[in-house]
């Protein structure tokens, strides 16, 4: 019997055997057997190469998943952080209305200045307060600001009360800070004309960074109409000083402020900027830092003002009456130089703004000058028509017709007229009449009237009269009635006299 070996390959799997050979089995050559064999391999390495390159999408798929949901929540934490944010604003922005309503709790308006707020509630604690100091209900919105109700100081903080360090440059206010305040301008200039004294603190620490050197200024400060000043302390604005030199103690006794000094060591100037006319501080403005050595440091501190102008006996002015609490623009009695006189005051504006106050009469609201006198030089005998005139004296205004007889009232006002005339009388057994009239617009006003009676002689009637006219109002004289042989009698002497002049000018119209 002849013993062979069998390869039988069933699903991939290769399954050897010995035995005997028979007619039902399948028998390969080697070479068979082997690519066989090889063939099954490939197509095996190919099943494993789809199945990990099916993974590799799938994995792919995965992670691009993965990152979405990643990405939608980073989404959900910041949308969840924004809320969080306005959440907070809103319950910052309920405080500040909580505690403007529990300073005028009780009140009508908002207080002026935080004084006002502690005289009316002693139990206020310090803390962030609304105020108005231009007045509620005219001006600009209230402010947010600090109240020391110990003191009654009101500060208004701004954006630059931290220290900042100016770095490195060469030329004079080559480095510049706006300062932005939590107040507007008007309210901080309506604060300052209330207060009795204002000031702001400032402080400046330097090495070889100063504020003059050989004679230029390489630093100075915008005061509020942005005007450069180069004082560092106390008021006068006329000369460049710090605190040190009103003192007399600066390092270099030669100069007026420590940071001049070309002494190389840390130096510091510190001031009080008390002139309130100038304040508050728009800007900071420094240079000559351009040594990697120098150096620059400035502390501004918040607008601060306490006190009150003192107002005692009657007011004087509309700034006057604005300081004791008035709003409503409007005519107001104060004591003039001898006497009490009338203004008016519009409050929509500050004290030192154009036309704030206006006097009534011959100082800011002047009377138009409105005055004539005008004569005759020849008789006139003509009834009720407007005696004409020949010869003018004055006629300030030109309102006078000389030809016409009328007067016409260029403004309205109070006026005063008068006028005096010689009639002549001829000789008559009856008695003779002479009648002058004033008119108003072709309405009798008054009448003056002469009589004479069996001789020949000649009067005077005259009349005077005070009216209220209004512009476009015409005024004149004439010979209302007069017996036969009277007339009115004129020569180059000139008996014949109409004046007037305007008392008072109706001023309304143009306030």
Request: with cysteine; aromatic share 10%.
């Amino acid at each position: 019997m002849v013993r062979t070996f069998t390869i039988a390959i069933t699903l991939g799997l290769v399954l050897i055997s010995s035995g005997t050979t028979t007619s039902a089995d399948v028998t390969f050559t080697l070479e068979e057997q082997f690519q066989k064999l090889s063939d099954n391999f490939i197509q095996l390495k190919e099943n494993v190469e789809l199945k990990d390159h099916q993974h590799i999408k799938m994995r792919k798929v995965l992670e691009e998943k993965v990152t979405r949901l990643e990405e939608m929540m980073e989404r959900k934490d910041r949308q969840q952080e924004i809320l969080t944010e306005k959440i907070i604003r809103l319950e910052r922005l309920a405080e500040k209305n909580d505690r403007a309503t529990s300073m005028t709790s009780g009140r009508s308006a908002v207080p002026r200045t935080c004084r006002e707020a502690r005289l009316a509630d002693p139990s206020l604690a310090s803390g962030m307060y609304w105020i108005d100091p231009d007045g509620q209900a005219v001006g600009d919105a209230p402010i947010y600001v600090y109240c020391d109700m110990i003191s009654g100081t009101t500060s208004i903080p701004h954006d630059s009360q931290s220290s900042m360090n100016v770095g490195h440059c060469a030329d004079p206010g080559c480095y510049s800070r706006a300062i932005a305040y939590n107040a507007s301008s008007r309210q901080m200039s309506a604060l300052t004309e209330l207060s009795a004294e204002c000031h702001q603190s400032i402080q400046y620490d330097c090495y070889f960074a100063p504020f003059q050197f050989d004679g230029i200024s390489y630093a100075w400060w915008n005061d509020k109409n942005r005007n450069p000043e180069y004082f560092w302390s106390g008021s006068n604005d006329s000369v460049h000083t710090c605190q040190c030199g009103i003192d007399r103690n600066c390092v270099d006794p030669s100069l007026e402020c420590n940071c001049d000094s070309a002494a190389p060591v840390q130096l510091t100037d510190n001031g009080i900027i008390s002139n309130k006319n100038l304040l508050p501080v728009t800007s900071l403005n420094f240079g000559r830092t351009q040594l990697e050595s120098s150096s620059g440091v400035h502390t501004l501190g918040p607008f601060e003002c306490s006190g009150q102008v003192a107002i005692t006996g009657i007011p004087s002015s509309c700034e006057d009456l604005w300081r004791g609490g008035h709003t409503l623009s409007g005519l107001y009695s104060v004591m003039g130089a001898t006497k009490v006189e009338t203004v008016f005051c519009d409050f929509a504006k500050l004290p030192g703004d154009t036309d704030f106050q206006k006097w009534i009469g011959f100082t800011d609201v002047k009377s138009s000058p409105v005055y004539f006198y005008v004569q005759r030089s020849s008789s006139y005998n003509s009834t009720n028509t407007p005696i004409p005139f020949e010869v003018e004296v004055l006629n300030t205004g030109g309102a006078m017709n000389l030809h016409s007889g009328k007067f016409t009232a260029p403004v309205t006002g109070k006026y005063f007229f008068s006028f005096i005339a010689k009639g002549l009388f001829s000789n008559s057994a009856t008695t003779r009449y002479f009648r002058i009239t004033l008119y108003l617009n072709g309405n009798n006003i008054g009448s003056t009237e002469v009589e004479e009676a069996n001789t020949s002689a000649s009067h005077t009637p005259s009349l005077q009269s005070t009216l209220a006219l209004q512009a476009g109002d015409q005024v004149w004289v004439q010979i209302s009635y007069q017996s036969a042989g009277v007339y009115l009698y004129d020569d180059g002497r000139h008996f014949t006299h109409f004046t007037g002049w305007i008392l008072e000018q109706d001023n309304f119209p143009s306030l």
